[in-house]
Every structure is written in C-alpha cells, then in structure tokens.
C-alpha cells in the first residue's frame, strides 16, 4: 500500500452489504471530506447496510502548485481540460484503489454492491476506476459512480477504453456540478457527462445553481437518494 493511504471507515449500523469510496479532492484529506458531506447532511451520514470508507491520499509532488508536495491522488499538467492526462501517477492509483476493493469483495460484498466516487480530482480518479481501469482486471463491473464537481481531460483514456467496450456503459454514473464554479466550470463537467452519454453510459448530470467549487445540501440529499437507488437495503 503506498505511503500515506489511510482510510477514514464509517461501518454500516446493521448488517454490511454493500460498500462505497468516497475521495477527496486535491489537497484535501478523508477526514475533512468526510466532515464536510457530515455538516451538510445535518448528522454523520450512515445507512443500516453502507459502509462508506473514505481513503486519503497521499503526499506527492503537484505540479499545478510549482512541484510542492500535496496530498493528491495523482499528477497532472494543469487544472485543465485542454492538457494531456497524466496516465502513469492515474494508474498507480487505481492499482493502490483496486486492492482496496479486493478487500471488500473477498469480505463477501459483490462488486455490483461497490461503488466509486469522489469530489473534483476524487471523481475523476472514480472516472477513470470503474470505467477504464477496474474493467481489465476484475471480472464483473462495479455498481455505480458519482463524481462531484469534475471533468475528464478531451481526449481521455476513458472515452478510448469506452469505445472498446461500450457494455460498460451499464454502470450508473451521477454527476453534480456547480454553475458558479470558476475552478472547474460547470462547461468542462457537461462535456464529460455528454461524451460519455454518447459513448452509451447512463449519465444523470444535475447542475446545482449558484454553487460555487463546493459541496451543497441539496446535492448531498440527492446522492444519498441516489446511492439506495443502486444500493437498497437487503
């Protein structure tokens, strides 16, 4: 396991059928993201059969902050969507991720009851894991994905593997973006969700109005309804 991946656990309160990744964005930590959804959500967000692990990324030069160190889940050129993807630092992650999930499978939960996702960089990183990565290696798809104010590069690797293999367009995605967000804008978030609604995945985009590169109530009510949608008490 890399150096600095650490994993912040909320157990389901009965039985544990069904488990979610939940990750952060750059420079952030599982704690504060987990924080940060528990202040909107009014309560520590827990489901009777959920677990929901929030891991942490760790420490690793970033070059959008001049090579400073910065607890990032990989590398990339520029906050852009013009720059070519930083493949090699994505797939060490998503190696790191997948033995992760192993864990959870070989407890007993199927991956059709996993899902992925994550805030900015973290929904990216889920983009990358249950469309591209996790598919080559595992023998059936995971259960969903939810990316929160996020955005494939043109030109990603995603939308190639998709090509390839359109039937993994059956995995439920969700995406939230804000349209006030200046970081990431809102333009790069709906070219993502309409390039792979082309590509055949079951995208459900929701703007959140006036929402700036943030987390808002009425996104956390809506990916809780949406995550026992895929996931529903057994």
Request: glycine residues 8%; negative net charge; contains cysteine.
């Amino acid at each position: 396991m890399a150096e600095g991946i650490y994993a912040k656990v909320v157990q389901a309160m009965r039985k544990h059928t069904a488990t979610v990744f939940c990750f952060h964005g750059s420079g952030g930590t599982a704690e504060g993201f987990k924080e940060w959804i528990d202040i909107l959500n009014r309560e520590s967000l827990r489901f009777p059969h959920i677990k929901f692990i929030y891991l942490n990324a760790p420490s690793r030069a970033y070059t959008p902050n001049n090579g400073m160190m910065q607890n990032v889940w990989f590398d990339r050129i520029a906050i852009s969507n013009q720059v070519p993807e930083h493949l090699e630092s994505i797939n060490y992650m998503c190696e790191i991720v997948s033995k992760r999930i192993s864990h959870e499978v070989d407890d007993g939960i199927p991956f059709n009851r996993i899902i992925v996702g994550g805030f900015s960089m973290g929904g990216c990183l889920s983009l990358h894991l249950a469309y591209r990565y996790h598919p080559r290696f595992f023998p059936s798809n995971l259960g969903g994905c939810f990316v929160m104010s996020s955005f494939l590069n043109k030109g990603s690797e995603v939308y190639e593997y998709l090509k390839m293999k359109p039937e993994l367009g059956k995995i439920p995605l969700v995406q939230y973006h804000g349209t006030a967000d200046t970081l990431v804008p809102i333009e790069w978030g709906e070219e993502s969700a309409k390039n792979l609604k082309d590509l055949g995945v079951n995208v459900k985009f929701m703007p959140l109005q006036d929402v700036e590169h943030d987390l808002s109530r009425e996104e956390i009510q809506n990916w809780k309804d949406w995550l026992l949608q895929i996931l529903p008490d057994k």
